[in-house]
């Protein structure tokens, strides 16, 4: 049985409620089944206790999403369905989904000031008494959450605090304000499993694979002054070496 609960006093409808429960479901269910096929629309509303029409509408969300295809006489499956980001080229995540033809959003999840911790003070040289403006959010592509985005900045950076930056580029944003561009000074990308709170955003489970990039950024005058932690759900992309 499925673990999710659809909330029939929602006023959501079932079928998107169902929708949105599927991506997850057959993230964590399908990842290591190599044709990703899907349970049949009966398989479907056995285990959520919905009817095969809110099902078949749910699915039928997915597929114009690009998320699931039909193939006739062979079932419904899971699409490859990957943004394509040249590592070394670009950390402006909106571009680059941009770029793949998608639509970006995000959600800002926290904006404060912190005490640095050990890696802020080496990648960004900062004294132990000083603070960070640390920014959490999701990042999602046609509505479904793909990558959990920290940024820390160094204090100058502290007219970014009044902002909430829903569905805005960071560097967009302060290149406006301040004219200040970013450059890569170091980069590393590792895999990573994903901790309670990163998977409940990313809806996926806990322990899933994930990429992670984490750059440090200098400004166009050369100095160093952004470190910025990018965890993208593993089959949701694809990178360009």
Known sequence: MAKFQLNKNSPKPLYKQLASHLIEYFNANLSTNENKRLPTEREIAEMFNVSRITVRQALKILEDQNIIERERGKGTFLRENKSSQAIIESCNFSQIVNKNGK??????????????????????????????????????????????????????????????????SLYDYIFKEKGIRFVKAKQTVEIVYADNEIAKYLQIQENSPLLLIQRVLKDQNGKVNHLSYEYLVADKFKFQI
């Not at 640095?116 to 960070?132: G, K, S």
């Not at 640390?134 to 160094?154: G, L, N, Q, V």
């Open 103 to 168: 639509i970006p959003s995000a959600k800002l999840l926290s904006l404060a000031l912190q005490l640095v911790d050990t890696v802020d003070q080496e990648l960004l040289q900062l004294p132990e008494d000083t603070y960070v403006i640390a920014i959490k959010r999701i990042w999602y592509i046609d509505e479904i959450p793909c990558s959990y985005e920290i940024s820390h900045f160094t204090q100058e950076y502290s007219f970014l605090l009044n902002q909430t930056f829903n569905n805005v």
